[in-house]
């Protein structure tokens, strides 16, 4: 995954947020408008109602915008701009109350300074720090602008430092309630709290998009791990590898083994040449490795021109038995119908079902995935049995027990080199 990626991730990110963004403001714009509009004067009423209808017709325009071929970067801080403009426009220019003749300077003392925090929860949503950061700043200077221009109009003009150092409650009182009284600096410290809110909220967003980086290049690298490790040993135990820092933890469990041999591999060897062959074995272990992986096996190794699989580890199978016996099936039929860098082959296969003792094993550095036990013995002597008793599939009864099918028949008893007592095998029939 290129960097470009993470940029495309970022910015569906940041599409999806404006969108859902979006649909908050425009609820809540709807709920303020409809509140403002009973609580207040009647007279009132329309103008709230038309203002909440302007803002929803710009979020909707800004929506509809949202991740097309008209979309840019700028765009949305050209919206939030627009919000802030008509938000600082509005308590510039209205009256503070219609009703009443309240000078200007009145609106100030309203809780109208939340609206602006709206419009921030909006930006916050779009996980652009940048933009955050836009509102605030040009948030705090909307809010200011106001304030100076009513400011500017006024002809009597108290502050705070017109406030006696020592006053008393009626002096207090006096001058905080006269309708001169602008509190320049609680304005300029309302704007700096507001920008300082911004940049905390942006420094969150920009160390969530860190760590959401962080985690995407994390699963790049172990992806890329993982495609690189399959390629020597089978995928499934190239992830369970990775997840457990490199090794496999040793497992005891019943399971199936399936060894696959191709016939006359030493004439191949000696018609085609070692170049010819190898090319041919690439083609013949891609196909055997989907046929096994498709029966939920695990092709463990390559040795020579066999073929190792497990069913039942790494990977659980509570069916081992039932995907092991179909998946020599299937082989046997791929070999049939198929060729492989031009080959016709022929394969034999053993299979056989016992506990087994499976995990990784090596020194140095180097390890390797490998399974002991007596079903890995007995499938390869079942696999070899099959060239004198003229059988392309030989199977243990063990492998059978459970089975409900009638698709094989005995053999007989058979003695096998490194196996104790003599075992009842079986083979397909057709």
């Not at 020592?166 to 905080?176: C, H, K, M, R, V």
């Not at 967003?205 to 490790?229: D, K, M, Y």
């Amino acid at each position: 995954m290129k960097s470009k990626n993470f940029s495309q991730l970022f910015d569906q990110a940041e599409q999806a947020g404006l969108r859902l963004a979006i649909k908050g403001r425009i609820a809540a714009v709807l709920l303020i408008a409809t509140f403002l509009a009973i609580s207040r004067p009647p007279a009132r009423a329309p103008e709230f109602l038309l203002a909440g209808l302007f803002f929803i017709a710009l979020g909707l325009i800004h929506y509809a915008i949202i991740g097309t071929a008209k979309d840019r970067r700028w765009v949305k801080y050209v919206f939030i701009t627009i919000d802030i403009a008509v938000l600082t426009a509005a308590v510039a220019l209205l009256p503070a109350d219609s009703g009443v003749a309240l000078p200007d300077i009145m609106v100030f003392r309203f809780d109208i300074f939340k609206f602006y925090f709206l419009i921030l929860a909006v930006a916050a949503f779009s996980f652009s720090p940048w933009l955050v950061l836009w509102t605030g700043i040009v948030g705090a200077i909307g809010w200011l602008a106001a304030f100076f221009y009513i400011r500017s109009g006024m002809e009597q003009v108290l502050d705070w430092r017109d406030m006696p150092r020592n006053p008393t409650a009626e002096q207090f009182l006096e001058i905080f309630f006269n309708p001169a009284f602008v509190a320049t600096g609680t304005r300029v410290q309302e704007a700096i709290i507001f920008v300082v809110f911004a940049a905390l909220i942006a420094i969150v967003t920009q160390r969530a998009r860190q760590t959401v980086r962080q985690q995407l290049e994390a699963e790049r690298n172990i992806a890329s791990i993982s495609q690189l490790f399959g390629r020597f040993v089978p995928q499934s135990i190239a992830n369970a590898m990775i997840q457990q820092e490199g090794t496999l933890e040793p497992v005891s469990r019943e399971a199936t083994v399936l060894i696959a041999d191709v016939a006359n591999f030493t004439a191949l060897t000696e018609n085609k040449g070692a170049r010819a062959v190898v090319d041919v074995f690439n083609d013949y272990f891609e196909s055997a490795s989907e046929v096994i992986s498709a029966n939920n096996g695990v092709v463990t190794q390559f040795i020579g021109d066999a073929v190792f699989a497990t069913f039942n580890v790494p990977v659980e199978d509570p069916y081992h038995r039932q995907n092991g016996v179909k998946a020599a099936k299937d082989l046997v039929r791929l070999a049939r119908s198929g060729t492989f860098g031009g080959e016709h082959l022929s394969v034999r296969v053993g299979v056989s079902t016992g506990p087994v003792v499976a995990g990784n094993v090596g020194g140095r550095g180097r390890t390797t995935y490998t399974v002991y036990g007596e079903p890995v013995n007995m499938a390869s002597r079942l696999e070899e049995l099959n060239k004198s008793l003229g059988t392309d599939i030989l199977i243990s009864k063990r492998t059978l027990e459970g089975l409900k099918t009638q698709d094989f028949i005995a053999v007989g008893e058979v003695s096998l080199q490194g196996i104790k007592m003599p075992q009842q095998v079986y083979t397909v029939t057709g």
